[in-house]
């Protein structure tokens, strides 16, 4: 059985959970386990550029020592995407990057549903660094802390006018979804705003297992 | 039971069967099927910008008429995939395009290894139509009509030497085989220069795959 | 005498007589003959990809069969324009290429009034194809159908309003008619404006004779 | 009668005789006159950026005085051509403009024959502020000064050596002159390279003759 | 003692003292002498292209007699910097380089508070040369006249406003002032919006200040 | 006094020194002082993207609790930078980023010297993350261990060798030494190759001290 290591670098049993409930309908049977882990030394949630750094080095001895056939880094920063690829036994998948390039199949300029507006000018610098900023329509924060997001309700209004502004005002014809924990609002939401929304946790699980599959 | 069609704009059986070959790793068990056709109205290969144009009508009208639940058009000049997406039943995969994304999550730089040196700037049009032309470090022609592609050992030969120019000469960390009908060397290619090769069906087909099972 | 072929790919007699109108300063005496010919193949008008691609293969059979000197093709599309150059006696002209590059020289930032919102993610990928998306400060649409720009001062009111949108929101200096039929607005619209507006069959056409006189 | 002029602003009287023959067919019987004339405040020749900036103040104060109908500045420089724009009375186009955007209908990629390799820094730029770097292929010097251009089969030579390493090295597949007085080598250097090859003074005089018919 | 000069290309004494006064805590106590000098034969004030490339002669002129060791070019148009460097004894540094330069390190997306709308398509000219347009966030004029700037609460107020529009509507975190002679109100407006706000001639005559104390 | 705190982020005390070396003529006579400390916690070189990761939780520790006026990141991955910013008492400069931007104000095209080939990929990200893309002439690397790097003829010969292909291969007419450790081979390149050189961590201290001196 080959093995995708999906790996939350927040403490969050929660935001953990959630993670495994969407992933689940891409377990294969009998060839592909997905594994999803939180790490217990991360913050509770990861909400500025130092919370980013900080949960590098636990994900990176995470990746290391599990030695699975491909590996998922479950935050919408993904810290440490790069040093993972050089230490990892299999593929390393970050979410951002995997939503960013299913997007690009889905629509024609794509939106980000940021969480806070301090990691707006952190996606324009990756978006430049994975050279697709012609293709970004605009990125827009919901203004929630990581804590409000457990507010259902509240986030879904939230995505709602956030995400029609992104439509309306600057052109984006699919959304993503700007953090690993929102994937049970996704359905409601394209439906609401009737153009796809991309969930980056699934974007990379699905990567990592075609991966696998394939034996790339 | 979900489908997949998988359609071979040629008409050549044994491209066909390759393409079948290639994609069987991705069918699952039980809940999705993947349908590899052939349009038989089709020339016997696609070797310039008018043989592209002149498979759309029936490429269309067969996606049109097959209903599935995703679609993937087989072939690296991605014919008609705009006009597909308006009038098909799911959604509807390029083999360029899902190679070009893939790719751009497996290396820093990609080199496509075109057939012929005509395609060179179609492709150069459409990664800078896809915004990604920055990722792109060059693109290269084996010089074989589709007809030589038969010949496996002079095609591999080729693939190697023009896949070295376009790593040591170009800095591509990540190659994508720029035709449908080569992924019997993917693998052989890729431990041959050491870097990861994209082969473009299977990066469709996989993406097709995640966007049925994901309800997408 | 040289001999200058514009086809406009639909089959409306009403508006191929307003392209034969539009070029006909262009017709020099003795030397050059500007033949306008529409598709009786073609769609009454041409409103979405499909059509785009529709009108493909008996745009490419008439223009291998004229041989004429250079060639124009008359929908804002420019349906067929790469095939046609393998196939053509002499160069071929699109439409939208050539008001895009007429544009670039009257103006800093360019504003395109497209016909229906389908089009402009077509011309999003057509102007990143031709490298020049920096250049392009909007595109917006009219919402008119094909049918509605017969209403010539309807569409006068929303060329008017869409064009100051496109100038005082976007930083357009220049604009360029999306369509091949208004061609008898352009001078109205451009000093309601108050910039350079750009007529596209007229860009083409003038590009075509100067290819023609040059013997490029 | 309507009239274009095209100042050359270096004082050769030779290099103004070229340009005038270069442009003679495109002189239309009855209603268009070229007036080609020469900056006698000018250098003997332009070969650096002070050449550049030293013949602006003359070639405004020409230009303001000549209210001409359409104006084209015939130095690959493109000297003043924005501040030509805020005073003349027509339009005014720039050859090396006016040659970019031309070369962009007739091939892929461009390259540019430049004279000296100072040039080459101030090409870029250029191609930068027009926002068509990524159609660049190269840019390459002869090494002549433009002395040395009075010497026709040396010139070519370099030409040919030069622009095969353009088409073959950098993979342009259509070239610009990038000086004003090597229009009589064009047709040779076309057929020698067998790509389309571009001369500045006639691709922007055919652009100020259109202007001019059109009443744009 | 080296010598950095300053060269003001315009006429006016008060600008040039404004320009004096700003860059006083640059001087370095022993080592260096920054020498800010007038063109007498400027105009007042440099507001459209013509005016640039007016003072260009004798800008040149200046530099290459004074033989310093650095040049600083004071209009925010950087008329003739290119042409300088071919003939000054040390380095030059244009204003609005240097201006757009520093802004880089100091924020995310950059917005120029222009003077006259006029100027607003030489700065993305500008920036297209420089290949920095994807850090523009925006461009605003304040619509005041150099006369105007006298006023100093109307200027500030101007400031405020557009510089409020660019931080908010388009996105701009580092803002950068169009015009040499602002610099008395740099620190208000920073404080006021509460982001960064570059003076672009103390950016200059920084950078030209280590270049001669680094002695590169 | 103000105080500029330069991190060299790895432990080694040689290169601590030779940073401290060639910073000390930015030191003002009386008002600012330039601190140049070393990480003890650090590794002794930093060669991969996990080095790079590992350095920055010790970083920003020492950044946050020195509250200096300026701060510099003296490695050329910049490690930590953004986040540095969010948490350091004044503002933060990066040796990569300045000395990119201040190679842009000294050549047309920068080069890069990096020490080995595994970072060249990081630097495109960097520079695409910076949006300077269009202005990299080329990025080699001298293929030396951080060990390698204290025999200093053996890297003056390599630096000689790469410099020149970047210049007369890649067409660099500027470079930057990828290292923070290279500065006493500086000047002598410089003089070698006949074109600027950049010290990055000269750039970046020049950059902070400028910051202080104006109050920014």
Chains 1, 2, 3, 4, 5, 6 share one sequence.
């Not at 980000?112 to 610098?125: D, F, G, M, T, V």
Request: hydrophobic fraction near 45%; proline fraction near 6%.
């Amino acid at each position: 059985v080959a093995r995708v290591l999906v790996v939350n670098p927040n403490s969050s049993v929660a935001v953990t959970e959630r993670i495994e409930a969407c992933v689940a309908p891409l377990q294969r049977v009998g060839d592909i386990r997905i594994d999803v882990v939180r790490l217990p030394e991360g913050p509770p949630g990861i909400q500025c550029q130092r919370d980013v750094e900080q949960v590098v080095q636990p994900l990176l001895a995470r990746i290391e020592a599990e030695k699975a056939d491909a590996n998922v880094i479950a935050c919408f920063s993904d810290p440490g995407l790069y040093a993972a690829r050089e230490i990892a036994h299999g593929p390393v998948f970050g979410i951002a990057e995997s939503a960013i390039l299913t997007a690009l199949s889905r629509g024609s300029r794509f939106g980000i549903l940021a969480i806070l507006p301090n990691s707006i000018p952190r996606h324009l610098r990756y978006a430049g660094a994975m050279g697709v900023l012609d293709r970004m329509a605009g990125d827009r924060a919901l203004g929630l802390t990581v804590a409000d997001l457990a507010d259902a309700d509240r986030t879904f209004d939230r995505l709602c006018s956030v995400g029609a502004t992104l439509r309306d005002t600057d052109g984006a014809d699919v959304l993503i979804l700007g953090c690993a924990g929102m994937a049970h609002l996704r359905e409601r939401l394209a439906e609401h705003l009737q153009i796809p929304v991309v969930e980056p946790t699934q974007a990379a699980v699905a990567n990592a297992c075609a991966a696998v599959t394939l034996g790339w």
